[in-house]
């Protein structure tokens, strides 16, 4: 476990950004507490600093996994959001997706949203925003980026997809091996 | 007329004889010198100018070859000869005319730093046998080289010395030793080379070629700079040089558990520093805005206008107005003007 390098934060904020833009100030500068973010194999995870002095005590090669598991660098140092992070990041979302209770399910199976299920968009969504997608009764299902503008969504057919997925609370029953 | 005939042709076949036996036989006043090893004849006779005229010429050269091509070929006869697969050959001797040089004599190698040091040292070159006898196997063998005499990495059994670290793999620390001799031996032999064909040689921790990279310029700064006995600790730096950490390979990470308020400042900066990258206007952003302004705007004018008039084609307000300064551009050149849709 180590802390994220310079370029490790600056490509993971980037990220995270592009979901809840400049809210990630709330996340590393919290008034219940201080949580930091580690690196451990690869993967994120967010934690508070009473767990991370915890889990000192825990050798590298037993240590499966810290707090919440934001999401992992790849080989070429890309930073991916994981389903987990959802809880964190859904309360500071700035754009917002909700679907149609018939088109819920095709999400959560890992379908992309076509405007046929599109319930409601924040307006002013710009093209290949990071959204968190959210069911009519306001419950977050998952992370999503916008393939039209609000504008155009109102214009194009049914059948074109409008939010391509990302993520979706369906993954922690789908790659439940791989979540940690 | 037949007895004439006949006496022509004998006459003729007399003057043939003659002919094929002046082919043989060819006197010259002084005798030709002959290296058959090089078949090589040399003619030392003089030549008539008068022979040499224009009309004459090619005549007179053509039967000169012909003669000493002759009386060269019959000093080949002489040789001893032998059969090789159906064809008589004649063995020819060794050359005895010495050929100049077809390229020029090689220079003296300038001596290697060994060469030298051993002339400065008047060390002499001691001749040594080339096997030595080997007590162990009881057979002669190599001084040096494949299955030599005392090879001590080949030995089952070392003793580890008094002074040395318990734990240490001498056997390891063998090879590696004999790795580092073999390496240093042909680095120092690559010198010599590149001393005696006067090739430069780049310094330490630069790449042979011309170009360096201002990396690979400051990494060769950096190596020289711990080239020092006590490895760069008393160096001094330049007015503006900052002394270099982490030259190393191994990366260092901040501690686990360290300050968690500067942690956070810095986390704080950097978020500062990526907000301030991005443009203040975006241009994307402030075309769809104002296309949805125009579309408002056109909605709310049908919605009059069909009370009014009927109803009319949907307008559709798409068109493309220049991306309105609804706050200062990127740059800070100022507003840009807004331009208003006109009239449809």
Redesign the interface.
């Known amino acids: 476990m180590r802390p994220l390098t310079d370029e490790e934060t600056k490509t993971m904020f980037e990220k995270l950004s592009k979901y809840i833009g400049e809210n990630i100030r709330l996340l590393i500068d919290r008034p219940d507490g201080t949580y930091c973010f580690r690196l451990h194999n690869d993967r994120v995870y967010y934690m508070s600093e009473r767990i991370l002095k915890l889990a000192t005590n825990i050798s590298r090669d037993k240590l499966v996994s810290v707090g919440t598991c934001f999401g992992k660098f790849t080989k070429t140092q890309k930073f991916r959001l994981h389903i987990t992070a959802l809880d964190f990041l859904a309360p500071y979302a700035k754009f917002k997706v909700w679907v149609k209770p018939g088109s819920e399910q095709s999400f959560l199976y890992g379908n992309h949203i076509m405007k046929s299920g599109l319930g409601r968009i924040t307006e002013n969504t710009a093209q290949y925003q990071g959204v968190v997608v959210y069911s009519m009764a306001d419950v977050p299902l998952g992370f999503g980026v916008a393939a039209k503008t609000t504008q155009e969504c109102r214009m194009v057919d049914p059948m074109s997809i409008v939010v391509f997925h990302q993520a979706d609370i369906g993954e922690y029953i789908r790659s439940e091996d791989t979540l940690t | 007329m037949a007895s004439c005939s006949v006496e022509d042709v004998l006459a003729k076949a007399e003057r043939d004889e003659a002919e094929k036996l002046k082919g043989i036989t060819v006197s010259k006043e002084l005798d030709l010198e002959f290296d058959p090893g090089n078949l090589l004849a040399f003619d030392k006779n003089r030549i008539d100018t008068r022979e040499f005229k224009d009309s004459k010429r090619e005549d007179f050269l053509r039967s000169l070859a012909r003669d000493n091509t002759q009386l060269l070929i019959n000093e080949i006869w002489k040789l001893p000869t032998e059969r090789v697969e159906e064809v008589i050959v004649a063995k020819l001797p060794d050359p005895t005319t010495l050929l100049p040089r077809e390229k020029p004599a090689p220079k003296p190698k300038p001596p290697t730093k060994w060469e030298q040091f051993a002339k400065l040292k008047g060390i002499q070159k001691k001749k040594k046998t080339n096997l030595v006898w080997d007590e162990v196997h009881k057979e002669w063998k190599r001084r040096w080289g494949y299955k030599r005499a005392k090879d001590d990495t080949k030995e089952w059994l070392i003793e580890v010395p008094v002074n040395a670290d318990p734990n240490e793999d001498q056997f390891a620390k063998r090879n590696k030793a004999k790795k580092e001799r073999v390496a240093r031996n042909e680095y120092n032999r690559l010198k010599n080379i590149a001393r005696a064909q006067k090739i430069k040689v780049p310094g330490m921790g630069l790449a042979p070629t011309p170009q360096q990279s201002k990396a690979e310029l400051a990494q060769a700064v950096n190596i020289a700079k711990i080239s020092t006995a006590s490895v760069g600790k008393f160096q001094d730096n330049l007015p503006k040089e900052k002394t270099p950490k982490n030259t190393g390979k191994k990366r260092k ?6 300050d ?2 500067s ?2 400042q810095k ?2 900066d ?2 500062k520093v ?2 301030s990258k991005k443009p203040r206007l ?1 241009i ?2 402030a075309v ?2 104002q ?2 302004e125009e ?1 408002m705007e056109s909605r709310k004018k049908n919605k009059k206008d069909f009370g009014k008039k009927g109803q009319r084609g949907k307008m559709s307000g798409k068109g493309k107005g220049k991306a309105g300064g609804k706050g200062k551009g990127p740059k800070g050149k100022g507003r840009k003007p807004q331009m208003k849709q006109g009239k449809r």
């Open positions: 990470f901040q501690p686990l558990i360290g968690f308020s942690e956070k986390q704080l950097l978020l990526m907000d975006d994307t952003k769809n805005k296309m949805r579309d």
